[in-house]
T-cell receptor, first 110, second 114 residues
Framework: RKEVEQDPGPFNVPEGATVAFNCTYS??????FFWYRQDCRKEPKLLMS???SGNEDGRFTAQLNRASQYISLLIRDSKLSDSATYLC???????????FGKGTTLSVSS | ETGVTQTPRHLVMGMTNKKSLKCEQH?????MYWYKQSAKKPLELMFV???????ENNSVPSRFSPECPNSSHLFLHLHTLQPEDSALYLC?????????????FGPGTRLTVL
């Protein structure tokens, strides 16, 4: 089983749509979780951290389900500028590096 | 944004060439990383340096040789590469390696091996 798994997509949605991405991780000892965003031919950048209680940043909502070992990202009112690849990232413990998923590609069209 | 810079941005090399990739971070971070990103694959961690000491090497072939002369600079020396080594090579830095800190990436070097 891969350490971090994501549906690669692509997800093609119209502007204004709500879209959700899920991610599962294999190591139950994982401590920290993040969503990074990578635009086409650009470097990944942190979008938001994911907290146990769930957290929201504008149109973006991230949730964590430790029992099922999955993380989700919800994007409301999609904009053209949201088109990118969204990377699910997990950190297990001190002394180890971040583990990146393959990413889910989102394409928002007018 | 110029927090992490990489040069060159694009590189084409033959299998017998020797070249080096350069990364510089201006964020005062203590940890630096080299990643390889190939199409349809997740980011692959290659090397990790913490305070200029190599702390992790994920079984990378010896044709890739990292160098970290100080906490702000990181190099990746390349020699006798194979066509399958063609990929985007990303450098990143973070405040500390062991705390799961946010990683800041450079723009990457797109490498093509002929």
């Amino acid at each position: 089983r891969k350490e971090v798994e994501q549906d690669p997509g692509p997800f093609n949605v119209p502007e204004g749509a709500t879209v959700a991405f899920n991610c599962t991780y294999s190591n139950s000892a994982s401590q920290s979780f993040f969503w990074y965003r990578q635009d086409c031919r650009k470097e990944p950048k942190l979008l938001m951290s994911v907290y146990s209680s769930g957290n929201e940043d504008g149109r973006f909502t991230a949730q964590l389900n430790r029992a099922s070992q999955y993380i989700s990202l919800l994007i409301r009112d999609s904009k053209l500028s949201d088109s990118a690849t969204y990377l699910c990232v997990v950190w297990v413990q001190a002394g180890t590096a971040l583990i990146f998923g393959k990413g889910t590609t989102l394409s928002v069209s007018s | 944004e110029t927090g992490v810079t990489q040069t060159p941005r694009h590189l084409v090399m033959g299998m017998t060439n020797k070249k080096s990739l350069k990364c510089e971070q201006h964020l005062g971070h203590n940890a630096m990383y080299w990643y390889k990103q190939s199409a349809k694959k997740p980011l692959e961690l290659m090397f990790v340096y913490s305070l200029e000491e190599r702390v992790e090497n994920n079984s990378v072939p010896s044709r890739f040789s990292p160098e970290c002369p100080n906490s702000s600079h990181l190099f990746l020396h390349l020699h006798t590469l194979q066509p399958e080594d063609s990929a985007l090579y990303l450098c990143a830095s973070s405040q500390e390696r062991q705390l799961g800190d946010t990683q800041y990436f450079g723009p990457g070097t797109r490498l093509t091996v002929l």
